[in-house]
Antibody
Framework: EVQMLESGGGLGQPGGSLRLSCAAS????????MTWVRQAPGKGLEWVSV????????YYAGSVKGRFTISRDNSRNTLYLQMNSLRAEDTAVYYC??????????????WGQGTLVTVSS | EIVLTQSPGTLSLSPGERATLSCRAS???????LAWYKQKPGQAPRLLIYGASSRATGIPDRFSGSGSGTDFTLTISRLEPEDFAVYYC?????????FGQGTKVEIK
């Protein structure tokens, strides 16, 4: 069974940092792109970043470019999101999701349950 | 950035009725790289349709997608109780990928 388990959410200070992790199981992790999507309380979905299966292709939303870094460790079946220079508007549930193929421009067919990030002083 | 506009914002229907949801893009979506997701309260999204018209694994055939270019449609032929939810379209052909703002299908 395909599963993703996010962790690392919590309270972050404005201007501070947090690192999210997503532990994946049930599939060959390195064969698939992975993404982060966030959802502010009561709002819609916002795509954040995507990384191809081998890690060679990465894209970011304009709202996080230069502040967030996506990475993956295929030996540990784990996806990461390093979040720096946090802002109040980064407050959201962060989902990791599995792509349907190796390449970055794909839809996402399995999702974790999300981890809540709250940015507040 | 491609902006996706979904309409209507809310659709009030009864079980058994047909639902038609629209997603309009601000520019052509490359290779019909358009997906639809369903999200129920407190749950993660679920992929329904990709490539504008292909059903994802395990999705019943009452869900169908159509369209190309800038205009796309998700149709639910006969609403079941579990279909009342929020639906999002997403384009994944251009970076940044983008989602529409969602259409809520509620029980009338």
């Amino acid at each position: 069974e395909v599963q993703m388990l996010e962790s690392g959410g919590g309270l972050g200070q404005p201007g501070g940092s947090l690192r999210l992790s997503c532990a994946a199981s049930g599939f060959t992790f390195s064969d698939y792109a992975m993404t982060w999507v966030r959802q502010a309380p009561g709002k819609g979905l916002e795509w954040v970043s995507v990384i191809s299966g081998g890690g060679g292709t990465i894209y970011y939303a304009g709202s996080v470019k230069g502040r967030f870094t996506i990475s993956r460790d295929n030996s540990r079946n784990t996806l990461y999101l390093q979040m720096n220079s946090l802002r109040a508007e980064d407050t959201a549930v962060y989902y990791c999701a599995k792509g349907v193929r190796f390449t970055a421009m794909v839809p996402f067919d399995s999702w974790g349950q999300g981890t809540l990030v709250t940015v507040s002083s | 950035e491609i902006v996706l506009t979904q309409s209507p914002g809310t659709l009030s229907l009864s079980p058994g009725e047909r639902a038609t949801l629209s997603c309009r893009a601000s520019q052509t979506v490359s290779s019909s790289y358009l997906a639809w997701y369903k999200q129920k309260p407190g749950q993660a999204p679920r992929l329904l349709i990709y490539g504008a018209s292909s059903r994802a694994t395990g999705i019943p055939d009452r869900f169908s997608g159509s369209g190309s270019g800038t205009d796309f449609t998700l149709t639910i032929s006969r609403l079941e109780p579990e279909d009342f939810a929020v639906y999002y379209c997403q384009q994944y052909g251009n970076s940044p990928q983008t989602f529409g703002q969602g259409t809520k299908v509620e029980i009338k």
